[in-house]
Structure formats: structure tokens, C-alpha cells
């Protein structure tokens, strides 16, 4: 009940291609983070979403929360190489820490 | 420097050694979290700390397993009688964190524990 199902767990794409993955909770969520990891690297936030319908975006990456508030998405348009790494959702559990899920590993082809 | 420092970058230790493992996090941030990660999945919970109470441990960790946040700066983390499956990267994060509301996390570089 606690966990956050994310799909697809890989993804190979060209560049320039489009990219989105997905995160999937069975029950109603207070917010959601994104992460990236690069390889070898460490979790770097890059958005909390909150509202119900929210969508915020960053450049070409663009994030949405469902109307539910059981879903989330980041969808990438025109990927690059850069855009190489691990993508994870994580959402607020009880004692307010964070719980990650298996995250959606992108690599991009030149 | 103003990131999340850990230390050491890579520890080597033979099976049933102690180790301790060390997180320094931003100066202002009050909340300070233990991470486990294997390959290929995600981060898991292993402890929080606000200043230097410890407000939750995950029930998946072996007694084995210590943390410490003395003085609500620094953290450490102990593992004691170390086993193989104990064999992962330990990572910490702090926030500021002001409301209920959870703000992000910044990540440290990581531990990356080996067991032999």
C-alpha cells in the first residue's frame, strides 16, 4: 500500500526521440518527488509535485499528477545523451520520510 | 563546501568486522535520512534523524544496524557482525524541512560497502 510501482523499468531510446515513464501508487498520494541518477552518481531532486492535475515543466521535461493523485508521469521531448540516467518517483510515507520506487533507466543511443 | 559529504567513498571489509560510516550534511538542513541502494533498484529507507532525535527506523533493519546523530550535525552509521548481504552503497540526505510537508532531498555521494 505503501509502494510506488514504476513503468517501464528500462528504456532504450535514439536520440531525439521521446521518452516518458511512469509512476503508479494504489492509494491517494500528498505529493510526489523525481529524482535522476546518473550512473555512478547520486539522486538529484528535480520536482515535487503537489495539486491534484498539477503539471510543471522544466525545459524539455514535463511532469504531471494525476487528477486522482495516484499517478505521475515524465515525459521527455527530444531526448539527449545528457538525459542518460535513472529516473525515480518517490512519495511521502508515514513519519513524513521518503519511499522510492525501482525507477525506469534510460539509455539514449547517439 | 555546502553539499552532503560522506566518508569513506569505499569501504572493504571481511565478513563479522565493524564498520562506521560517517554523513556530514548541510549546516542548516534539521532532518538528516539513511539510505541503502543495490544495483539496479531504488534508494530504501533505513533511518531519519530530526536535529539529533531519531524519529523512525525501518522494521526491515537487522539490530545490527546503529545510527547516531549526537550533537543534530553529523551522523554516523555502525554496522556491527557485517554479513555479505550487507553489501550495498549507504547513502545519506538531508533537508530543511519547516511543515508537515516533505521538502527535498540532497544526496550525498554515497558509501559503497564491500563484504568479503
Known amino acids: 500500500g505503501q509502494q510506488v510501482m514504476q513503468i517501464p523499468q528500462y528504456q532504450h531510446v535514439q536520440e531525439g526521440e521521446d521518452f516518458t515513464t511512469y509512476c503508479n501508487s494504489s492509494?491517494?498520494?500528498?505529493?510526489i518527488q523525481w529524482y535522476k541518477q546518473r550512473p555512478g552518481g547520486h539522486p538529484v531532486f528535480l520536482i515535487q509535485?503537489?495539486?491534484?492535475?498539477e503539471v510543471k515543466k522544466q525545459k524539455r521535461l514535463t511532469f504531471q499528477f494525476g487528477e486522482a493523485k495516484k499517478n505521475s508521469s515524465l515525459h521527455i521531448t527530444a531526448t539527449q545523451t545528457t538525459d542518460v540516467g535513472t529516473y525515480f518517483c518517490?512519495?511521502?510515507?508515514?513519519?513524513?520520510?521518503?519511499?522510492f520506487g525501482e525507477g525506469t533507466q534510460l539509455t539514449v543511443n547517439p | 563546501d555546502t553539499g552532503v559529504s560522506q566518508n569513506p567513498r569505499h569501504k572493504i571489509t571481511k565478513r563479522g568486522q565493524n564498520v562506521t560510516f560517517r554523513c556530514d550534511p548541510i549546516?542548516?538542513?534539521?532532518?538528516l535520512y539513511w539510505y541503502r541502494q543495490t544495483l539496479g533498484q531504488g534508494p530504501e529507507f533505513l533511518t531519519y534523524?530530526?536535529?539529533?532525535?531519531?524519529?523512525?527506523k525501518s522494521r526491515l533493519l537487522s539490530d545490527r544496524f546503529s545510527a547516531e546523530r549526537p550533537k543534530g550535525s553529523f551522523s554516523t552509521l555502525e554496522i556491527q557482525r557485517t554479513e555479505q548481504g550487507d553489501s550495498a552503497m549507504y547513502l545519506c540526505?538531508?533537508?530543511?524541512?519547516?511543515?508537515?510537508?516533505?521538502?527535498?532531498?540532497?544526496f550525498g555521494s554515497g558509501t559503497q560497502l564491500s563484504v568479503l
Open positions: 540526505a538531508s533537508s530543511l524541512v519547516w511543515g508537515p510537508t516533505n521538502e527535498k532531498l540532497f
Open positions: 518517490a512519495r511521502e510515507t508515514s513519519g513524513s520520510r521518503l519511499t
Open positions: 549546516s542548516e538542513h534539521n532532518r
Open positions: 492509494t491517494t498520494l500528498s505529493n
Open positions: 534523524f530530526q536535529n539529533e532525535a531519531q524519529l523512525e
Open positions: 509535485l503537489v495539486k491534484s492535475g
